[in-house]
């Protein structure tokens, strides 16, 4: 059974910084893409950046801020995505998805993603 789990979340001061990680398991997919995706209070989830064997992406929202790094090992995936320089409006749930049989991060959008995790919430303070 796939599983994602994400960690990390928590309350921060503006300019602070977070290291969210999302652990992948029952993994039996070489070829494998790992979304971040987030939705703020009243809005809708987006995509913020995604990690592949071939690239990696960032939403120009996080760009600059953000760093996202993986670590793969045998049937499990950790993701951490670092979060620097963190502002109000960063604050949502955080999520991690996994797109499965891809070399190359896919449009982050939810019908490209075959797993999801269940989310950490990020609360940055003004």
């Known amino acids: 059974e796939v599983q994602l789990v994400e960690s990390g979340g928590g309350l921060v001061q503006a300019g602070g910084s977070l290291r969210l990680s999302c652990t992948a398991s029952?993994?039996?997919?070489?070829?494998?893409?790992i979304g971040w995706f987030r939705q703020a209070p009243g809005k809708e989830r987006e995509g913020i950046s995604c990690?592949?064997?071939?690239?990696?992406?960032?939403a120009d929202s996080i760009k600059g801020r953000f760093t996202i790094s993986r670590n793969n090992a045998k049937n499990t995936v950790t993701v951490y995505l670092q979060m620097n320089s963190l502002k109000p409006e960063d604050t949502a749930v955080y999520y991690c998805?996994?797109?499965?049989?891809?070399?190359?991060?896919?449009?982050?959008?939810?019908?490209?993603?075959?797993?999801w995790g269940k989310g950490t919430l990020v609360t940055v303070s003004s």
């Open positions: 029952g993994f039996g997919f070489d070829e494998n893409a």
């Open positions: 998805a996994a797109s499965v049989g891809v070399t190359r991060c896919p449009h982050l959008s939810f019908p490209n993603m075959n797993y």
């Open positions: 990690i592949s064997d071939d690239n990696t992406y960032y």
